[in-house]
């Protein structure tokens, strides 16, 4: 661990140049204290550490040294893939391998490339997570990990909505979307999805499996992503929408309520426009819908107009004085 630590304050000093021993911390997530000892032993390698006292001082290399010590290892590559999302690569448990690996790509970059990427890191960020939620608790994301990598047969113990069940797997790859982790795993014959929150036990058995042939993770997601999209909208509502309304469409709908925006009708005289909208089961769109409040007039099917009158009605009702 150690020879990797001064590896990174090495790589650091040549990349970015003067640092001070707080920020050199900071950067290695170690002490102070830790950063003397490093920086001392860089110097009884060989290495021609010079230290600048004074507010503008701190720690750089002499000039013109350069190492050539920027070989990849092989997790420090794998980590690459996730370059883009920190976050993710911590959880998985590559954050230091993503942190060196980035190091070694920049130490062997020529200069006005290496200053490129640190200007492109500085200027633009990807956030994968979704916005107002906490992070799901992943405890076991790195045993599903190390599975999918090595492709180990693996043994969950998984909380569905009807109930826990225990399953063995053949993991074959891991899937983040909008902050949340997802398997995609082979259980007999069928390949399914289970979300990694929901994981309560992971054990890697004996035994190794193979993958089946031609199999694309990122295809097969979003297939199954289509399906569930077709699965989840069963039918269409007709609805009258104030300007309110019609603003308010695509960020309770997503993009079947920006769809629906698209192809709305002309205003009438009080500036309220037909759309057609796609929803899902009858309750679920009746929840969704008495989400738009009096912004909103649903004109068909008739039985969901009926639905959403029925509760609205019951809404109203129990919000009459007296109140208990």
């Known amino acids: 661990m150690r020879a990797d630590r001064l590896l990174s304050l090495l790589l650091l000093l040549q990349n970015r140049g003067r640092m001070t021993a707080p920020e050199l911390a900071a950067e290695l997530e170690v ?28 720690y750089s290399l002499l000039d013109g040294y350069r190492t050539r010590l920027t070989g990849l290892t092989e997790d420090e590559a794998g980590s690459l893939a996730l370059a883009t999302v920190p976050g993710a690569a ?43 939620r906490d992070s799901e608790p992943v405890p076991h994301l790195a045993t599903l990990a190390g599975a999918v990598w ?31 982790w997802y398997l995609v795993a082979r259980s007999g014959a069928d390949i399914r999805t289970y979300r990694v929150g929901r994981v309560l036990a992971a054990e890697l058995l004996d035994g190794r499996f193979e993958r089946p042939a031609g199999f694309d993770l990122a295809d097969h997601w979003r297939r199954s992503a289509r399906r569930l999209e077709d699965m989840r909208l069963q039918g269409e509502a007709l609805l009258r929408l104030s300007p309110a309304g019609l603003a308010l469409l695509p960020a309770k709908f ?29 309750k679920v769109a009746v929840h969704d819908l008495l989400g738009l409040g009096a912004e909103a007039e649903v004109l068909g099917p008739a039985s969901l107009r009926a639905a959403v009158a029925e509760a609205a009605a019951a809404l109203a009702a129990r919000y009459q004085p007296p109140y208990t």
Do not use: C, N
């Open 31 to 58: 002490s102070v204290r830790t950063v003397y000892r490093d920086i001392e032993a860089l110097g009884a390698s060989g290495v021609p550490v010079r230290a600048d006292r004074g507010p503008d001082g701190g």
């Open 150 to 180: 090595r492709q180990r047969l693996l043994r969950v113990h998984y909380r569905r909505w009807k109930g826990e069940v225990r399953r063995d797997l053949e993991p074959l790859g891991l899937v983040l979307k909008g902050g949340i």
């Open 90 to 132: 911590a959880e998985l448990g590559l954050g230091a391998d993503l942190a060196t690996a980035r190091l070694k790509l920049e130490a062997a970059l020529p200069a006005g490339l290496g200053d490129r990427a640190r200007r492109v890191a500085e200027r633009f960020h990807l956030d994968a997570d979704a916005w107002f």
């Open 254 to 282: 997503g993009a079947v309520g920006r769809l629906a925006v698209e192809g709305a009708g002309e205003p009438d005289g009080e500036g309220w426009a037909t759309v057609t909208l796609a929803v899902e089961a009858p």
